[in-house]
């Protein structure tokens, strides 16, 4: 019995409580991909796909479960869903754009454990949103990631060529700029209601 | 290097099933006993959780009675695969003493649950306990215990209009010790829309739940 | 000329076992060294009480996996290892998720959603992978005991930072007098990638100043 407005849902998914900068989910990829602002990009879009249709897969687990009962599959059949796309999505790519693959290279099946995804599966079952709601956060989410991404990857391109201190390099300076990131953010709180 | 690739091929895909099979079985015996030793404590766990609450949010509760609303718009007692349930309570003489309602909406975080008793002689909620919230420590965490805030569910108005179908005056936040009618919410300081956000909740709430319990209300007699 | 014998050092299969939970402890610290396994971490290390139970989950879950994992390594085939290892995972989630919510309902509504993420956090894939699949169940046993307890040790001095200057607090009970003005920026999740970044830094130069002295 969720009221949100449609356009607030998205709005909170993409700015307010943007998956990486608010709830820490797909750093992983996030440290590791974002140095290069191309392949953020590309990496922003697959996830936001994958985000897509995983979306409306654990929509309809989620009925099929309550329906037989068994709550305890749950964990489970989102993670065999979500491995599953990803398998799908990287054929899909393979397939139709093979320089797009290619480029992509390992961060595919990387995908699989992006906490982004079961994260997103997890909170629109958590707070009961209906399909077309799921579908307006699944939206939100992935443009909310991608925009995270490429900041940091922008950011982090200059800071390739600033004079960072030895020990700072690496994981320790982008953890600052994300955390600067993150209150900059915080801005938007409010925004949509 | 393989003379008889054909039947090692097979016998990879046989071990192949084979793992998988005995590997699905082992996890479905751990997660199979773990929830049946698990379920009944958590089943109490959250009733106890339900039963504290109600008894905070109305006065002299003695009993409850769970209602669904099913699709025909109607209160049954038999439990439902919904999440469309309210709390009758009734005091030691059988007599509706209020409703218990659950309900929940965005925070500023994440999801918060509350409950709600209202009071349909005083047409007014007459208690709010959150139930979970997942607000920030010290700044969206005091919806739950700022007893300013708190007290402004001690009596907050939610009569319907005329015409039974939705509250008269929408419920409305405004500044810190400002408020001046019963249907207004004081919010907390530094933490404006965790405290909009449970002012919403109980709208929609009330919105949605007040004018079919009027309609119904017969439904909620004691002996029904 | 009959060659010298040569001495080989024998590591006793105990020291072993010791060097092996030292190893996840300090040098592969997981969320220090390897910077691993952060994701459901920063977001519940706002009080010292949630990060110690999500640490204390993980460890759990990534015990059980590594010890099915390690006993199971001669029966999985190398094509289907990834999945049966996240399922195996998934499984020992969804347990710890049940045993917390028995325990206490209340710590369970403050973590929520993270901790069935715990399954997709990369240490214990990374483990199972690593290290039990290919090492014996004892050794895995050691492995994810010091894993775990560096992982949540790790947690647990993120959560205690950022509770203590956050609230002024320690598993709520209030340690700074009342006039304290609490640095609400570490409750927040900006303050929550600071912390852990500037503990990175400290982690840095400790293992930097390690690595000189032994020279």
Same mark, same amino acid.
């Given at each position: 019995?969720?009221?949100?407005?449609?356009?607030?849902?998205?709005?909170?998914?993409?700015?307010?409580?943007?998956?990486?900068?608010?709830?820490?989910?797909?750093?992983?990829?996030?440290?590791?991909?974002?140095?290069?602002?191309?392949?953020?990009? @590309?990496?922003?879009?697959?996830?936001?796909?994958?985000?897509?249709?995983?979306?409306?897969?654990?929509?309809?687990?989620?009925?099929?479960? *309550?329906? !037989?009962?068994?709550?305890?599959?749950?964990?489970?059949?989102? $993670?065999?869903?979500?491995?599953?796309? =990803? *398998?799908?999505?990287?054929?899909?790519?393979?397939?139709?754009?093979?320089?797009?693959?290619?480029?992509?290279?390992?961060?595919?099946?990387? $995908?699989?454990?992006?906490?982004?995804?079961?994260?997103?599966?997890?909170?629109?079952?958590?707070?009961?949103?209906?399909?077309?709601?799921?579908?307006?956060?699944?939206?939100?989410?992935?443009?909310?990631?991608?925009?995270?991404?490429?900041?940091?990857?922008?950011?982090?391109?200059?800071?390739?060529?600033?004079?960072?201190?030895?020990?700072?390099?690496?994981?320790?300076? #982008?953890?600052? =700029?994300?955390? $600067?990131?993150?209150?900059?953010?915080?801005?938007?709180?409010?925004?949509? +209601? | 290097?393989?003379?008889?690739?054909?039947?090692?091929?097979?016998?990879?895909? #046989?071990?192949?099933?084979?793992? &998988?099979?005995?590997?699905?079985?082992?996890?479905?015996?751990?997660? $199979?006993?773990?929830?049946?030793?698990?379920?009944? !404590?958590?089943?109490?766990?959250?009733?106890?959780?339900?039963? +504290?609450?109600?008894?905070?949010?109305?006065?002299?509760?003695?009993?409850?009675?769970? &209602?669904?609303?099913?699709?025909?718009?109607?209160?049954?007692?038999?439990?439902?695969?919904?999440?469309?349930?309210?709390?009758? +309570?009734?005091?030691?003489?059988? *007599?509706?003493?209020?409703?218990?309602?659950?309900?929940?909406?965005?925070?500023?975080?994440?999801?918060?649950?509350?409950?709600?008793?209202?009071?349909?002689?005083?047409?007014?909620?007459?208690?709010?306990?959150?139930?979970?919230?997942?607000?920030?420590?010290?700044?969206?965490?005091?919806?739950?215990?700022?007893?300013?805030?708190?007290?402004?569910?001690? @009596?907050?108005?939610?009569?319907? /209009?005329?015409?039974?179908?939705?509250?008269?005056? %929408?419920?409305?936040?405004?500044?810190?010790?400002?408020?001046?009618?019963?249907?207004?919410?004081?919010?907390?300081?530094?933490?404006?829309?965790?405290?909009?956000?449970?002012?919403?909740?109980?709208?929609?709430?009330?919105?949605?739940?007040?004018?079919?319990?009027?309609?119904?209300?017969?439904?909620?007699?004691?002996?029904? | 000329?009959?060659?010298?014998? !040569?001495?080989?050092?024998?590591?006793?299969?105990?020291?072993?076992?010791?060097?092996?939970?030292?190893?996840?402890?300090?040098?592969?610290?997981?969320?220090?060294?390897?910077?691993?396994?952060?994701?459901?971490?920063?977001?519940?290390?706002?009080?010292?009480?949630? %990060?110690?139970?999500?640490?204390?989950?993980?460890?759990?879950?990534?015990?059980?996996?590594?010890?099915?994992?390690?006993?199971?390594?001669?029966?999985?085939?190398?094509?289907?290892?990834?999945?049966?290892?996240?399922? !195996?995972?998934?499984?020992?989630?969804?347990?710890?998720?049940?045993?917390?919510?028995?325990?206490?309902?209340?710590?369970? /509504?403050?973590?929520?959603?993270?901790?069935?993420?715990?399954?997709?956090?990369?240490?214990?894939?990374?483990?199972?992978?690593?290290?039990? #699949?290919?090492?014996?169940?004892?050794? #895995?046993?050691?492995?994810?005991?010091?894993?775990?307890?560096?992982?949540?040790?790790?947690?647990?001095?993120?959560?205690?930072?950022?509770?203590?200057?956050?609230?002024?607090?320690?598993?709520?009970?209030?340690? &700074?007098?009342? /006039?304290?003005?609490?640095?609400?920026?570490?409750?927040?999740?900006?303050?929550?990638?600071?912390?852990?970044?500037?503990?990175?830094?400290?982690?840095?130069?400790?293992?930097?100043?390690?690595?000189?002295?032994?020279?």
């Amino acid at each position: 019995m969720n009221e949100q407005s449609l356009w607030s849902i998205f709005i909170n998914a993409c700015l307010i409580n943007n998956f990486v900068l608010a709830y820490f989910l797909g750093i992983c990829p996030f440290m590791g991909v974002s140095s290069k602002l191309s392949n953020a990009v @590309r990496m922003g879009i697959a996830v936001s796909f994958v985000m897509l249709v995983a979306s409306i897969c654990t929509y309809g687990i989620n009925l099929l479960l *309550q329906a !037989i009962d068994a709550p305890y599959l749950q964990l489970i059949s989102y $993670i065999v869903v979500i491995a599953s796309t =990803v *398998q799908l999505v990287e054929m899909f790519i393979k397939k139709f754009s093979p320089v797009l693959f290619r480029a992509l290279g390992i961060f595919l099946p990387l $995908i699989t454990t992006n906490c982004a995804i079961l994260g997103l599966a997890l909170f629109q079952t958590n707070r009961g949103y209906d399909f077309i709601e799921s579908i307006v956060f699944a939206f939100g989410a992935g443009a909310g990631f991608t925009l995270a991404l490429i900041l940091m990857a922008g950011v982090r391109e200059k800071l390739d060529l600033a004079d960072v201190p030895q020990l700072m390099r690496g994981a320790a300076v #982008s953890l600052m =700029v994300a955390g $600067i990131l993150s209150m900059t953010f915080m801005g938007f709180a409010g925004l949509g +209601t | 290097m393989n003379a008889s690739g054909d039947s090692s091929d097979k016998s990879l895909y #046989s071990r192949m099933y084979r793992a &998988f099979v005995g590997v699905a079985a082992i996890c479905g015996i751990v997660i $199979i006993v773990v929830y049946q030793i698990t379920a009944p !404590i958590i089943a109490d766990n959250q009733n106890r959780a339900l039963e +504290t609450a109600i008894y905070k949010v109305l006065p002299e509760v003695a009993s409850k009675k769970e &209602f669904y609303l099913n699709t025909a718009g109607s209160f049954v007692t038999e439990k439902l695969q919904s999440n469309h349930v309210i709390y009758a +309570t009734y005091d030691l003489n059988q *007599q509706l003493v209020g409703f218990a309602i659950p309900a929940q909406g965005m925070g500023y975080q994440d999801n918060i649950q509350l409950l709600y008793g209202y009071d349909p002689t005083k047409q007014a909620v007459v208690g709010m306990q959150i139930i979970q919230s997942r607000e920030t420590p010290g700044l969206g965490s005091r919806i739950e215990d700022d007893p300013k805030f708190v007290e402004n569910f001690l @009596r907050l108005d939610v009569r319907l /209009n005329e015409t039974m179908n939705s509250l008269a005056n %929408a419920i409305v936040l405004v500044k810190p010790g400002k408020k001046t009618k019963a249907w207004e919410i004081d919010s907390i300081s530094g933490a404006t829309i965790s405290s909009k956000a449970v002012g919403n909740i109980i709208q929609q709430s009330a919105s949605f739940w007040l004018p079919k319990i009027t309609q119904h209300y017969k439904e909620f007699e004691f002996g029904s | 000329m009959a060659a010298k014998p !040569i001495k080989i050092p024998v590591v006793s299969e105990t020291e072993q076992e010791t060097n092996t939970f030292l190893n996840g402890l300090w040098q592969q610290n997981p969320v220090f060294v390897q910077v691993l396994g952060m994701c459901p971490t920063l977001a519940v290390t706002n009080s010292a009480i949630n %990060a110690l139970v999500m640490g204390l989950a993980t460890m759990s879950v990534l015990l059980m996996s590594n010890i099915l994992v390690s006993s199971l390594r001669y029966f999985i085939p190398r094509q289907v290892r990834i999945a049966t290892y996240i399922l !195996i995972i998934a499984t020992f989630v969804t347990a710890i998720d049940y045993v917390i919510q028995a325990v206490s309902l209340e710590i369970h /509504n403050a973590l929520g959603a993270f901790i069935s993420l715990i399954v997709v956090n990369c240490l214990i894939l990374g483990r199972a992978e690593a290290f039990a #699949s290919r090492n014996t169940v004892n050794k #895995s046993i050691q492995d994810a005991l010091g894993m775990g307890l560096g992982f949540t040790l790790a947690l647990l001095l993120l959560g205690i930072i950022r509770e203590l200057l956050g609230q002024g607090s320690l598993f709520g009970i209030a340690i &700074f007098p009342e /006039n304290y003005e609490n640095w609400i920026i570490m409750l927040l999740p900006g303050g929550g990638f600071f912390t852990l970044g500037l503990l990175l830094l400290v982690f840095n130069w400790l293992q930097q100043r390690d690595t000189e002295n032994s020279q």
